[in-house]
């Protein structure tokens, strides 16, 4: 059967056989606890393609964390009001702060901050980890790859089953935004 006749769970559980078949030779992401954010953001963009499909196996000063504790603290480093990459919305959801290009990032550009958020909350998804921190729906949208527009979400026209999916299994807590 074609891919496009698959309900989202038979292309996720194909998606989770192939990234499976490359869990065998996991991948060493190491860092310190004081430079965190920055060593896991040039760790994570400097892997291979391949790499990024492999596990992913995490260290904070030499002691293995889980994925879950790795991503709860990358996470609150990269959503710090202090760093000035992302902006809470009237409803209380993240959204990119349209004044980012100008927020100090410890010297680097905050674009690659950007692209290291979206393989980290790619792999998340992956990995069936639940994030603390509230996307807006055109995030998650774009995220996911589906059509991101400006208008009431209700409208876009996106399979049930994949709305259904992405609130049951990645982002159930915001059932009102979806």
């Known amino acids: 059967a074609s ?3 698959k309900n989202i769970d038979d292309k996720l559980n194909w998606l989770r056989s192939k990234l499976d078949q490359k869990s065998n030779n996991p991948v060493r992401v190491s860092v310190r606890r004081e430079g965190l954010l920055i060593e896991a953001m040039f760790a994570i963009l400097h892997l291979s393609r391949e790499d990024l499909r492999r596990q992913w196996n995490f260290e904070v000063d030499g002691e293995t964390v889980t994925a879950c504790r790795f991503f709860a603290l990358a996470s609150a480093e990269l959503f710090n009001p202090e760093l000035g990459l992302w902006a809470i919305d009237s409803s209380g959801f993240y959204t990119i702060n349209p004044l980012s290009a100008s927020a100090d990032c410890n010297g680097c550009d905050h674009l690659l901050y950007f ?7 790619a792999k998340m998804i992956l990995s069936e980890e639940k994030m603390t921190y509230r996307l807006h ?18 409208q876009m026209a996106i399979e049930g089953d994949e709305i259904e999916w992405l609130r049951e ?10």
């Not at 729906?137 to 209700?154: F, I, K, N, T």
């Open 3 to 5: 891919t496009i006749e």
């Open 169 to 178: 299994r990645v982002y159930c807590q915001y059932e009102s935004q979806l």
């Open 115 to 121: 692209r290291f958020s979206g393989l980290m909350f």
């Open 137 to 154: 729906a055109q995030m998650l949208r774009h995220l996911l790859g589906w059509p991101v527009a400006s208008y009431d979400p209700d």
